[in-house]
């Protein structure tokens, strides 16, 4: 059998996909020997851009050697005889495996049940923008920085989906480790989650896995304070990246300069709230289960 043209090369995909879910599109690089790498990097060879493409885009076009791909174009790249009936098989699979990435899960529950739930949780009656039904929107990576919904629920499939930035979500909604000890109960299987709540500036992360929840957050106001700042190693490292270099103060300690410091926090902050990776900030239990998707 011929070389395929996907055989052995790197893929992204970014987006809102419409030929194929995002995990449909991943499964056939896999079928085809290639491989689906996690971010853009100098490793990465082809960039799939559906609607709405973000910060992945940008990065690629900055990187200049990444290949940008429509959907019709990767598709060229699958060998004509079988993509239909591959695309089939695949979504079947997908369907059956119950097969999910970051920021969703697998419920059994329907709609007015899941409704039911999130009363615990709510201090108001459930809108569009804590809870939306959705056809469209079918994994995490379809959302955009356009959506401003918490949630959305993608019916037949019982997939619940979690934006990763939460706005205005003061005295609206409770997202504690209850919540998602509730969520775990009625979940067909693991999960992990990340968000960002900009109003009060936490971070938290979440995992099931074993029967167990694991919840934490982080404070990410308080590292405005430079004297916070060696206890982040991300933004140590950071730092140093950018070149810069702790300087010796008045009575000969060395100390970061707080101007510079605060400009990087908060360069660091309004990437963060776009929706950067947050790997580096995470838990050690959060970055250890790989088993989990990223």
Same mark, same amino acid.
């Given at each position: ?19 194929? @879910?995002?995990?449909? #599109?991943?499964?056939?690089?896999? #079928?085809y020997g290639g491989k689906v790498l996690s971010g853009v990097s100098a490793k990465l060879n082809y960039l799939v851009v559906g609607e709405d493409a973000g910060s992945k885009l940008e990065k690629a076009k900055k990187l200049g050697t990444v ?28 369907? *059956? ?21 999130? %009363? ?7 809108? !569009? ?6 056809? &469209? ?21 019982? %997939? ?7 706005? *205005?979500? !003061? *005295? ?15 979940? =067909? &299987? ?18 099931? @896995?074993?029967?167990?929840? &694991? ?23 950071? #730092? ?29 902050? *309004?990437?963060? #709230? ?9 838990? !050690?239990?959060?970055?250890?289960? =790989?088993?989990?998707?990223?």
């Amino acid at each position: 059998m011929s070389k395929s043209k996907i055989q052995d090369k790197t893929f992204l995909f970014t987006g809102t996909l419409t030929e194929f @879910t995002r995990n449909e #599109a991943e499964a056939l690089v896999e #079928a085809y020997g290639g491989k689906v790498l996690s971010g853009v990097s100098a490793k990465l060879n082809y960039l799939v851009v559906g609607e709405d493409a973000g910060s992945k885009l940008e990065k690629a076009k900055k990187l200049g050697t990444v290949n940008i791909l429509t959907e019709k174009e990767f598709l060229k790249m699958v060998p004509k005889s079988k993509s239909s009936s591959l695309k089939s098989s695949i979504s079947t699979i997908s369907e *059956d495996n119950g097969e999910q990435d970051k920021n969703e899960i697998l419920l059994n529950l329907n709609l007015s049940d899941l409704k039911k739930l999130f %009363k615990k949780y709510c201090t108001i009656a459930i809108t !569009e923008k804590i809870l939306m039904v959705t056809d &469209s929107i079918r994994s995490f990576e379809d959302i955009t920085s356009e959506d401003d919904s918490f949630f959305y629920f993608h019916e037949s499939e019982g %997939k619940l989906m979690i934006n990763y930035l939460f706005q *205005d979500v !003061e *005295d609206t909604i409770r997202l504690n480790e209850n919540f998602f000890k509730d969520l775990a109960k009625h979940s =067909k &299987s693991d999960f992990k989650v990340v968000y960002l709540d900009r109003n009060l500036w936490e971070l938290s992360f979440c995992v099931f @896995t074993k029967g167990k929840v &694991s919840f934490e957050y982080s404070t990410v106001s308080d590292w405005e304070d430079p004297y916070y700042f060696d206890d982040v190693p991300y933004f140590v490292k950071l #730092a140093k990246d950018s070149g810069l270099k702790k300087k010796k103060n008045e009575d000969g300690d060395k100390e970061w300069d707080s101007e510079e410091v605060y400009d990087l926090i908060y360069d660091f902050r *309004d990437s963060l #709230a776009s929706g950067v990776n947050y790997l580096g900030l995470a838990p !050690e239990w959060y970055t250890q289960l =790989k088993t989990i998707p990223d």
